[in-house]
């Protein structure tokens, strides 16, 4: 009786797990003549500081044709380097060439000080000031604004409130409906006793929330993905993006705890900007109120935000011009796969030079 | 396959071994060494080591090998390290190490049911909670543990039912057979993460994690008062304190310049207010100015 239900080859298999032997044993020779790993590849200049953020911004090659900058605002989990990884990878690099200009909010890595910062002091604080240092460097009424992510959740209440400030609203993978029946990280998250998670560990450790992202696809994450790395452990190239986009998994900051906690409550367990009850300060948050110009780009394989997640938005603002872009591809890959290069910024330009 | 299968799958395993303590060796030589992170390459090597078991369990004693006597204890002891998550143990079958596991809870419960008395019984209660806690900790932690490893089994069983169909779809390479697993784990993975009971039981482990937690920190927290050190808490305090200073320091600075504009305003009025009055006197001055030569 064969004990192997599938008809491989023993020699075969044999001559494979050999040639995994090999191309490991080679790859350490690669893994060793790897250098230093940066992200943020792309020149630029910090235009405005305060604790922990720094505005940067982008210096293209050439002098910004648009008239009006764009304002990146990324979420608070992870670094926002994705968006400039590598210069072959990168959405800011491209957006400059389309002859835009472009700043971005890097939160930086909170500790026990920011503590007890709150969604209102992200929002209606270090939001708000980015935004009119732009404003003011280049003279102008209102900006367009950026959303990635939980900073297009931002973004979205940003406009809200401060809507004579936004002239154009550009969010991606930006979630508006967290109880889509597809959204893993929220259905584990109803659950949990937020409060008291947050009064234990204080500000939110950057490896738990790694961890919550991992076992989203434990065996693919966890296992097979450095399967794959052997594969191309000949390749110094490739080796080097490999542990590129490692380091920007694994190099993020913890989450400040009053902050997450709004985010966590308000959000992924009640859902209220869906119902339109959130709030920030004393204010509610009403996304009948963006008037703005929206352009909301989704990917259609994104397993943190579904697709779902961000269709409805359409439906919720206040805006009559809206432009909704499905994808193909993922919540990293929106940002870094050779499509994204491609499709993402000119599509971005496109619509801007629009309006 | 399984009677050679060991052989070739050994040599891999110690090759994986000796290649990270090799790497090991790299890391130790100190600065100017230009190697990537070492917690990388851990998790590299812990990916690989995942699926060195998993080769191992294809060549033998392991799922394959135990089908004709069908799923049981020898499958879930084949598959060991086999996912991240839900390593099943090795040895007794999962019924008997659950059975044992909850006797011993159960005569740890009964322990802790015992009352303090004298002038430590509050401590002992203390004690007593935390203790409490752990076990609570430990009994859904299991119950997460039992759940990630039924979602095992169901891959395991996807895989079995597919077969082999005598198909051009069949996996002809232990890593293409290696990758639909993934594919049926990953299924499997995400069906049962999405139903109410995993919820229920992933809430209910975090929550007993941080009860456990709670309890720990209020003990470093009453050391930390008889050392004489600030505690986690008075930190905490004062970070709060400072942070609502801070908003009110940012509101004032607002208030602050809104009068300074409203002064501007107010000046800029008074000047308009006063310029109509001093073009009226203005003719009037070189007359005087005339008057006086």
């Known amino acids: 009786m064969n004990p192997n239900p599938f008809n491989i080859d023993p020699q075969r298999a044999r001559d494979e797990v050999e040639t995994f032997r090999r191309?490991?044993?080679?790859?350490?020779?690669?893994?060793?003549?790897?250098?230093?790993?940066?992200?943020?590849?792309?020149?630029?200049?910090?235009?405005?500081?305060?604790?922990?953020?720094?505005?940067?911004?982008?210096?293209?090659?050439?002098?910004?044709?648009?008239?009006?900058?764009?304002?990146?605002?990324?979420?608070?989990?992870?670094?926002?380097?994705?968006?400039?990884?590598?210069?072959?990878?990168?959405?800011?690099?491209?957006?400059?060439?389309?002859?835009?200009?472009?700043?971005?909010?890097?939160?930086?890595?909170?500790?026990g000080a920011d503590r007890w910062l709150t969604l209102e002091d992200y929002i209606d604080g270090y939001l708000d000031r980015c935004v009119d240092v732009v404003r003011t460097r280049h003279d102008l009424e209102a900006i367009n604004l950026l959303g990635i992510c939980q900073g297009g959740v931002f973004s979205l209440c940003y406009t809200a409130l401060h809507g004579h400030k936004v002239r154009n609203l550009?969010?991606?993978?930006?979630?508006?409906?967290?109880?889509?029946?597809?959204?893993?990280?929220?259905?584990?998250?109803?659950?949990?006793?937020?409060d008291l998670f947050v009064d234990t560990v204080g500000n939110v450790p950057a490896d738990i929330m790694n961890w919550a992202y991992l076992t989203l696809k434990p065996v693919r994450l966890n296992q097979q993905k450095y399967v794959g790395l052997v594969d191309i452990l000949d390749?110094?190239?490739?080796?080097?993006?490999?542990?590129?986009?490692?380091?920007?998994?694994?190099?993020?900051?913890?989450?400040?705890?009053?902050?997450?906690?709004?985010?966590?409550?308000?959000?992924?367990?009640?859902?209220?900007?869906?119902?339109?009850?959130?709030?920030?300060?004393?204010?509610?948050?009403?996304?009948?109120?963006?008037?703005?110009?929206?352009?909301?780009?989704?990917?259609?394989?994104?397993?943190?935000?579904?697709?779902?997640?961000?269709?409805p938005m359409g439906e919720l603002i206040g805006s009559d011009d809206y432009t909704a872009i499905a994808f193909k591809g993922g919540h990293i890959g929106i940002y870094v796969s050779g499509r994204a290069q491609r499709e993402v910024p000119p599509a971005i330009h496109e619509w801007l030079a629009e309006r | 396959m399984s009677e050679k299968g060991p052989d070739f799958v050994d040599q891999y395993q110690h090759f994986v071994r000796e290649g990270w303590d090799a790497w090991s060796r790299q890391m130790q030589k100190g600065p100017g060494a230009e190697l990537p992170g070492s917690e990388a390459m851990g998790r590299l090597f812990g990916g690989?080591?995942?699926?060195?078991?998993?080769?191992?369990?294809?060549?033998?004693?392991?799922?394959?090998s135990g089908m004709p006597q069908g799923a049981g204890p020898g499958m879930?002891?084949?598959?060991?390290g086999f996912p991240p998550f839900a390593a099943p143990p090795l040895g007794d079958s999962p019924e008997v190490i659950t059975q044992r596991f909850e006797e011993w809870l159960k005569s740890a419960r009964d322990a802790l049911g015992m009352p303090g008395l004298g002038v430590g019984r509050e401590q002992h209660e203390e004690q007593q909670a935390l203790l409490r806690a752990a076990l609570d900790y430990a009994e859904h932690y299991a119950r997460y543990q039992a759940l990630l490893g039924r979602v095992h089994e169901r891959a395991v069983e996807a895989l079995k039912a597919q077969g082999p169909m005598g198909t051009p779809s069949d996996p002809e390479t232990l890593r293409a057979l290696y990758d639909r697993w993934v594919n049926l784990a990953e299924q499997a993975h995400a069906q049962a993460a999405l139903s109410d009971e995993f919820r229920e039981v992933y809430a209910a482990v975090v929550n007993a994690q941080m009860r456990l937690k709670v309890l720990q920190q209020r003990q470093v927290e009453k050391l930390a008062q008889q050392m004489g050190m600030p505690t986690r808490k008075e930190v905490d305090s004062m970070g709060e304190r400072l942070q609502a200073m801070r908003r009110e320091v940012r509101h004032m600075s607002g208030l602050a310049e809104e009068v300074r504009q409203l002064r501007a305003e107010v000046a800029a009025l008074r000047a308009a207010a006063a310029a109509p009055a001093a073009k009226k006197s203005a003719p009037r001055k070189p007359a005087t100015k005339k008057a006086g030569k």
Request: glycine residues 8%.
């Open chain 2, 76 to 80: 879930a002891a084949g598959m060991g």
């Open chain 2, 48 to 64: 690989l080591d995942g699926y060195g078991e998993w080769l191992r369990s294809m060549a033998g004693g392991g799922p394959f």
């Open chain 1, 170 to 194: 550009i969010t991606m993978v930006t979630p508006v409906d967290f109880h889509t029946p597809d959204n893993m990280l929220s259905h584990w998250t109803r659950g949990v006793d937020i």
């Open chain 1, 235 to 311: 390749n110094p190239k490739e080796v080097e993006n490999f542990l590129r986009m490692e380091k920007w998994i694994f190099d993020s900051p913890d989450q400040a705890g009053e902050a997450f906690r709004q985010f966590a409550k308000d959000f992924f367990q009640q859902n209220r900007l869906m119902k339109g009850t959130a709030t920030i300060g004393q204010r509610t948050i009403d996304l009948g109120d963006i008037h703005q110009p929206v352009l909301n780009i989704f990917a259609e394989q994104d397993h943190l935000v579904p697709p779902a997640a961000s269709r």
């Open chain 1, 23 to 111: 191309k490991l044993e080679s790859g350490m020779q690669t893994l060793r003549e790897v250098g230093p790993i940066e992200l943020g590849v792309t020149p630029r200049e910090a235009v405005y500081r305060e604790d922990k953020l720094t505005l940067w911004h982008f210096l293209g090659e050439k002098k910004p044709t648009a008239k009006v900058p764009i304002l990146i605002c990324y979420a608070l989990v992870n670094t926002p380097w994705m968006i400039d990884l590598q210069a072959d990878r990168s959405m800011v690099r491209n957006l400059l060439e389309q002859g835009e200009d472009v700043y971005l909010i890097d939160w930086g890595y909170p500790d």
